[in-house]
């Protein structure tokens, strides 16, 4: 029996037993006392017969006495009803106030249908993180988006998509008379096959191929209403996605090439940063297939000097940051299919432990504490602070624990983009994709890296 049946319990047996002991004995007024004279006997014959009661003068004493008992009965059981009443208010107050009645920990979805692929997944990617088993992005991306999906991703057609690419950006490296081993030239290439449109002619073909850019997929980019916009399986399938997607591709191609390059953050965005022969760094924006400067990514507002120096924006994440980051995103689609429990902050702590400035695992964090908060302290009505604070301190424990982090995350120089912001920067980038296509500088550019 749960905690609200036996509340309910504890009322039903109250009101149940003051209804029954109050009909049983009814108020009785109390007699006047008769007067009895010494030295008789009153007893019952054999029968069962009081044989005083026919005689003149003793039927009052009979009475008397029969009141009498019922006085005492009366007082008797009225003391037992005071009695009960009291431990049975005393059990309601008991239940009101014991901590025992409240609920302190989120409920396990552990068991559920599907939540085993997502352990084994976390698994997986923690023996990557601590040198259990090599870093691969390829795998990790895989297995994060294959276990919100139950194991039903075709591996095949997910390299298969993979092998084009490479296979496309190796062929047209050559007809353009590149050195494909020159480390910028892949990186030029790969993000030309993800940005351009190419036309090649592959091998055990007759004809030519034309590959066809990544597009920006502008509805539902922040995959609000379906997850799967953040997924590179449904990129490789569909040949659009958003700056979550987009970058990790490039990064699984990267991999499967040798070339080198490094995920970077700005506010609620993610985009690639690869150097030069000359050792500059330079910044892939993906989003619209166009190369930005540092400036670019800083004017688009909300970064801080604090948010640069805490590592949250603009720096380069090594390879096992990027695993740490599918660790947040496994986090990010376990909640959006089963809700929060234990196992989304242990993610988010692990994730921490390999990318301290991992945003996508403080967010996680965060929200993880404003549940359980929310979920305890719904439980006693939302009081006001000072009464969650004399009358529920773990409660009141939980506030300060997810107002800290609040605080932690401040501090470290985050500030909230709105939506209207975000679209504001979006269309900057596409004015400035515009230009380019007319601007000859930016072939310029693109001569520098061949």
Known sequence: ???????????????????????QFPVIPRPQPATISTGVVIGTSANGVNPAANIPGFSNLNNNNRQRQQLEMYERDKRELQQRNAELYKMLHEYSTSNHSIQYELPSCVGM???????????KLLDMLSGKIPLDLKEAVFSVENAYFEGNIDRTKYEKAISELVTIAQVKAKQDGLNWNTPTTKNIMLFRVMSDTLKVKLPARESSTVSYPMQYDFDDFWAKEDITKYFVTKLLASHSGQCHSLPL???ILCEATGAEANLAFSPMHSYIKFKDQQGNWNNL??????????????????ITTEAIKNGLYMEPQTKKQAIA?????????????????KFLLQCADSALKYAPGNFSALAMKSNYHS??????????????????????????????ERNNFYRKIDNMGYREMPKEAYNAWLNAVNEEKERREHDDKYNKVLRLFR
Request: proline share 4%; hydrophobic share 35%.
């Open 1 to 23: 029996m749960n905690r609200i049946s036996k509340y309910f319990l504890i009322l039903a047996l109250f009101f149940t037993t003051t209804n029954n002991l109050l009909g």
């Open 113 to 123: 249908p599907g939540t085993d692929y997502f352990y084994q997944t976390a698994k």
């Open 249 to 251: 591709l490039y990064l």
């Open 285 to 302: 924006e993906l989003t619209q297939g166009r190369i930005v400067t540092d400036a670019f990514i800083i004017g688009s507002g909300f």
């Open 325 to 341: 980051h599918c660790l947040s995103d496994l986090a990010m689609y376990y909640e959006r299919k089963y809700g929060y429990d």
């Open 371 to 400: 549940a359980h908060f929310e979920y305890t302290v719904n439980q006693v009505g939302w009081p006001p602070q000072d009464t969650l604070k004399v009358h529920y301190p773990r409660i009141y424990e939980l506030y300060e």
